[in-house]
Nanobody, 115 residues
Framework: QVQLVESGGGLVQAGGSLRLSCTASGRIFSINTMGWYCQAPGKQRELVATITSGGSTNYADSVKGRFTISRDSAKNTLYLQMNSLKPEDTAVYYC?????????WGPGTQVTVSS
């Protein structure tokens, strides 16, 4: 089992920045790829960014150049630096950890960007 807890969400004005954190516990040695996903009201959950255990990253086109995903293995923590935020970035952001045979999700953290 892997437990994930997100933090760092909140209310910010357009153009502002936030840094999300996701702390993992449990069978963390089994984690391969980690990622951030978001879900806006009335929409499906979608990919924001992922990072492999080797450090390779992948981003949704909508956040390229604005968001940066990183991973601190010593602290068992995943980060998402969000810059130049837009109102359309408003969503619940979820941390995800992929292991062999399964995937785990955090409870999510709300990000609201006002215009």
């Amino acid at each position: 089992q892997v437990q994930l807890v997100e933090s760092g969400g909140g209310l910010v004005q357009a153009g502002g920045s936030l840094r999300l954190s996701c702390t993992a516990s449990g069978r963390i040695f089994s984690i391969n790829t980690m990622g951030w996903y978001c879900q806006a009201p009335g929409k499906q959950r979608e990919l924001v960014a992922t990072i492999t255990s080797g450090g390779s990253t992948n981003y949704a086109d909508s956040v390229k150049g604005r968001f940066t995903i990183s991973r601190d293995s010593a602290k068992n923590t995943l980060y998402l630096q969000m810059n130049s935020l837009k109102p359309e970035d408003t969503a619940v952001y979820y941390c995800n950890a992929a292991v062999i045979g399964g995937t785990y999700w955090g409870p999510g953290t709300q990000v609201t960007v006002s215009s």
